[in-house]
């Protein structure tokens, strides 16, 4: 249910629907697969430590906080791409979740995991 919300998007047309659940859902799989791997326990035997020393052990210690975050990163960008996928489903893809109005086109094309409109997503960003 993609409609146009200005005449400045009315040269942009709308994302095929088809396209849009396809490049989605093998983001999804992609995600999923990712966050899987990182979310697998370390080698048997491998130790982490943060001694006084920069060692191999400090070292992949950092390593595994940095993935914390990233993986942090994967889980919120998975479920924005479920989200997406959901509205597909129930026929409200398209029209933001916060006001209900239609997302731009141009948003949708660049990123098709949008659910909100660009006023009601910079609000959540503040």
């Known amino acids: 249910?993609?409609?146009?919300?200005?005449?400045?998007?009315?040269?942009?047309?709308?994302?095929?629907l088809d396209e849009v659940r396809t490049a989605l859902q093998a983001r999804a799989d992609d995600l999923r697969s990712r966050i899987g791997v990182m979310a697998a326990a370390p080698e048997r035997g491998s130790t982490l430590s943060f001694g006084k020393r920069i060692g191999d052990g400090t070292l992949e210690a950092?390593?595994?906080l940095t993935e914390v975050g990233v993986g942090a990163s994967l889980e919120l960008e998975e479920a924005r791409v479920s989200r997406a996928l959901e509205k597909l489903d129930d026929g409200t893809y398209g029209l933001c979740d916060a006001c209900g109005r239609p997302i731009a086109p141009k948003?949708?094309?660049a990123m098709p995991e949008?659910?909100?409109?660009?006023?009601?997503?910079?609000k959540l960003r503040r």
């Open 1 to 16: 249910m993609v409609r146009r919300s200005s005449t400045a998007d009315a040269t942009v047309p709308a994302p095929d």
């Open 62 to 64: 950092v390593g595994r």
């Open 107 to 109: 948003r949708l094309r």
């Open 114 to 122: 949008s659910v909100l409109c660009l006023e009601d997503a910079a």
